[in-house]
């Protein structure tokens, strides 16, 4: 397994993680899976044995009960792993059940940090953005749990451009925890994220932490043009909260990337997530599985490398016409050299 730095931070993760919606199986989310304790061990005896040593989840998944799962499921060798989790979103009926002010995220990190077994998180993040919440509170309350050693490392996900730059401008004027990860969606039928937020990337060293690499189930393999789709999928239950896209977009990326697995002989979930470990910015992407032969055939895109053609053809299949202001940054700085006189 190859490791990556997570931004411009010293921690080094997996170049896959593995995601733990599917664990608990509790409440609108329960499509996703309904791993229990000695299933999720051992889909996590074979990502150690994989060198897949990230496991994300968040407080939200199955109302907590995914971190409780994942807690069970690392007893015993804490040391080996390393855990990701996230708040901010509703958790409770009360007021203060939700964002991320200094109220909630003691009280959220805490519950976490119950729930899992453990006296620390290694990367947490906030799981979206508080407009109510001045960004001076958010990071200094970080700042605490940071330096009580509750967590390591700090991230966002589903931040704007904006966002993340009004926080590290904030972060670096007080001297508060940078945000070294964006856990952001990204794959081949939803690219949205290199407009903005992958050159912000570059430029103040986040590292992305991919969530739903296969478009919400989409590029599995499953869905094609002009056939039936899947009886046996998460997609009809989900579809409503996740990334929509057009489906004749989907047809036309998969066809391309039929035309890849004929010259590789690999699945359409291995090409498609292969494609996204060669985008600049990527350090780990979250893979998930509510079995052993997902985990497997998810696991079979590392170790391997599409050739410059192949990608050629999958940007070309995937690329969309950019929203304003971008196409006209494109078109307009493209060409940096002076006319010759």
Wanted: with cysteine; charged share 25%; hydrophobic share 40%.
């Amino acid at each position: 397994m190859e490791y990556r730095r997570l931004g411009r931070s010293g921690l080094m993760v997996p170049a896959l993680s593995l995601g733990t919606g599917t664990f608990g199986g509790v409440g609108r989310l329960a499509a996703w899976g309904t791993t229990d304790a000695t299933e999720a061990r051992r889909l996590l005896d074979i990502c150690l044995e994989a060198g897949v040593s990230m496991f994300d989840t968040a407080d939200v998944y199955s109302l907590g009960e995914s971190e409780r799962v994942l807690g069970e499921a690392i007893k015993g060798r804490r040391d080996k792993v390393l855990i990701s989790t996230k708040a901010t979103f509703r958790f409770g009926d009360g007021p203060n059940d939700i964002g991320s002010s200094r109220q909630h995220l003691l009280a959220a990190i805490d519950a976490s940090l119950s729930r899992l077994g453990t006296d620390y998180v290694d990367l947490f993040q906030l799981h979206g953005f508080d407009a109510f919440t001045p960004p001076e509170e958010v990071l200094s309350t970080l700042d605490v749990l940071v330096r009580a050693g509750k967590i390591r490392y700090v991230g966002v996900s589903n931040f704007s451009g904006w966002h993340l730059m009004k926080s590290l401008g904030v972060a670096d004027k007080h001297g508060f925890p940078r945000y070294v990860a964006n856990q952001t969606y990204y794959s081949l039928i939803g690219r949205d994220y290199e407009w903005e937020l992958m050159p912000l990337g570059v430029d103040q060293g986040l590292g992305a932490v991919v969530w739903s690499p296969l478009g919400w189930g989409r590029l599995t393999g499953k869905i094609r043009r002009g056939q039936p789709k899947p009886e046996v999928s998460r997609l009809p239950k989900t579809a409503d909260f996740g990334p929509p896209v057009p489906d004749e977009h989907v047809y036309r990326v998969v066809d391309a990337i039929d035309e890849v697995a004929k010259e590789t002989g690999k699945s359409v979930s291995q090409i498609a997530l292969n494609w996204l470990l060669q985008r600049p910015t990527v350090s780990t992407l979250i893979i998930g599985a509510r079995n052993e032969t997902q985990l497997r055939e998810n696991l079979g895109s590392v170790g391997w490398s599409l050739t410059k053609d192949q990608i050629a053809k999958l940007d070309a299949a995937s690329t969309v016409t950019l929203p304003y202001p971008y196409w006209h940054q494109r078109t307009t700085f493209t060409d940096r050299n002076p006319p010759a006189v």
